[in-house]
């Protein structure tokens, strides 16, 4: 009985070949290039066409949100800051419509899965909470304006720098020395930043007791007068006196202070560093500096030495 089923099996496959054989000699064109055309020349067309407008996609939402960032209202700083992290999110989204899109055209099936990544991204979220966390993060810190891409920043009271992205799970932070910093958006705990409406500079000097003291500080009100007028641009309250802030062993601390436009705080501060130093030069004013006096003590005579003798004449 097994024999017999073998036959027909056989001779049901002889038949088809017979039958395919038939259809491609009445109509070659068809039977030899559809096959051809179907399954191989239109999805390989379509999936080419599919990579084109990926590239072209890519290239255009950049210009687009350049566009209508520069369109809008924001800050500048903010408007690159949110450049930065609308275009990271385009171009992942662009990538995942594409390859789902490529996987359909190849004939696999997309909903399972679209449907199992569901249930992996359920379970990669609670294994990788550290990520999900810097995400969430990474977002706060943004629509809290925390910091924008340009700041300047102190990160958790350690690493100073200028922040150059904000990215969806990471920040990136370099340094004066041009050290590169990549940190977690989920370790950011503390941020304190220079860029924010306003900053004080403040600029400490050091005479001598010996000085006059009535004249050291006229002449640093002359030196107040003419930086805050030198620099009225950025300055949103002049430089004043704010008084003796210290005495130390070496001579009485004074400090200026003023508010500044955050941007030019470090420059204020130096120009009025060099200001302070020409001036106390031309006014022959010390700078207190490490000093030590040493005196010679006499040898005291003991009452009950005795006297050194005559000389004889």
């Not at 001779?11 to 399954?39: F, R, Y």
């Not at 997309?110 to 993060?137: E, R, S, Y």
């Not at 470090?266 to 106390?280: G, L």
């Amino acid at each position: 009985m097994m024999m017999n089923q073998f036959s027909i099996v056989i001779i049901k496959n002889l038949d088809d070949i017979q039958k395919k054989a038939e259809d491609i000699v009445e109509d070659p064109s068809k039977e030899l290039w559809s096959p051809l055309v179907d399954n191989i020349l239109i999805p390989l067309s379509q999936i080419t066409l599919i990579i084109l407008l990926t590239y072209l996609a890519l290239r255009y939402v950049v210009r687009l949100v350049d566009r209508v960032l520069n369109l809008s209202r924001f800050h500048e700083k903010k408007g690159e800051t949110l450049a930065r992290l609308i275009k990271s999110t385009a171009r992942y989204a662009i990538y995942f419509v594409a390859a789902i899109t490529i996987l359909d055209k190849l004939g696999i099936k997309v909903t399972p899965i679209l449907a199992g990544a569901g249930v992996v991204g359920l379970a990669v979220g609670f294994g990788a909470q550290n990520l999900v966390k810097d995400v969430i993060t990474g977002f706060f810190i943004i629509f809290d304006n925390q910091m924008e891409v340009g700041d300047f920043v102190q990160i958790n009271g350690g690493i100073e720098g200028t922040v150059e992205e904000i990215g969806l799970r990471v920040t990136k932070v370099r340094e004066f020395n041009q050290r590169l910093h990549y940190i977690s958006n989920g370790e950011i705990n503390r941020v304190t930043n220079y860029n924010r409406d306003r900053m004080r500079p403040l600029i400490a000097v050091t005479v001598p007791y010996e000085e006059d003291q009535d004249k050291v500080q006229r002449t640093l009100q002359e030196v107040c007068k003419e930086v805050s007028h030198r620099f009225s641009s950025y300055m949103i309250e002049p430089f004043s006196i704010y008084g003796v802030t210290n005495i130390q062993r070496d001579g009485v601390e004074y400090t200026v202070t003023a508010l500044s436009t955050p941007e030019e705080l470090w420059m204020i501060e130096r120009e009025m560093r060099i200001s302070i130093v020409k001036a106390f030069t031309e006014k022959n004013i010390e700078i207190a500096y490490p000093r030590q006096v040493f005196a010679a003590a006499q040898q005291p005579q003991h009452p009950l030495s005795p006297e050194p003798p005559e000389e004889k004449q």
